[in-house]
């Protein structure tokens, strides 16, 4: 007699960013809806399941200013966009995001990576004399 033994994945892999750090670049003159980068992450458990079906968010960024939501990430896609006004190189030239992936749509294991994006200069500042005459 064949016995047939079908094994059923369990939720015991937590989504893993393809990179520990995704570093990118953003001009200071980007408008709302502009992409800056795409992370990724992969999960081991059975593909097309719940288990390994990822959302991404973003936890945390530093420098809050001069808004505490200047990027917005898609959800499913895990791409990075402008979502606020007020880049400004010479004011805030770097932040750092920390993004999470979490299995179970959303509501499983997590894992966490760095987004660390360099603003990047644009023509806005007008030339200025050093002495008044």
Same mark, same amino acid.
């Given at each position: 007699m064949d016995i047939v033994v079908n094994v059923i994945d369990q939720n015991d892999n937590k989504p893993v960013f393809t990179q520990d750090t995704f570093l990118g670049e953003v001009p200071e003159a980007s408008p709302n809806g502009f992409e800056v980068i795409t992370v990724t992450a992969t999960d081991a458990d059975q593909p097309n399941s719940d288990n390994s079906d990822i959302r991404y968010r973003i936890l945390s960024q530093d420098p809050l200013l001069p808004s505490d939501y200047l990027f917005v990430i898609n959800? /499913?896609?895990?791409?990075?966009?402008?979502?606020?006004? @007020? +880049?400004?190189?010479?004011?805030?030239?770097?932040?750092?995001? /920390?993004?999470?992936?979490?299995?179970?749509?959303?509501? @499983? +294991?997590?894992?966490t990576s760095k987004v660390i994006l360099t603003v990047t200069d644009s023509n806005d500042n007008a030339p200025e004399f050093t002495q008044i005459s």
């Open positions: 959800p /499913v896609t895990g791409v990075i966009r402008v979502n606020a006004g @007020g +880049l400004d190189r010479e004011k805030y030239p770097k932040y750092t995001l /920390v993004v999470q992936a979490a299995d179970m749509i959303g509501e @499983g +294991l997590t894992g």
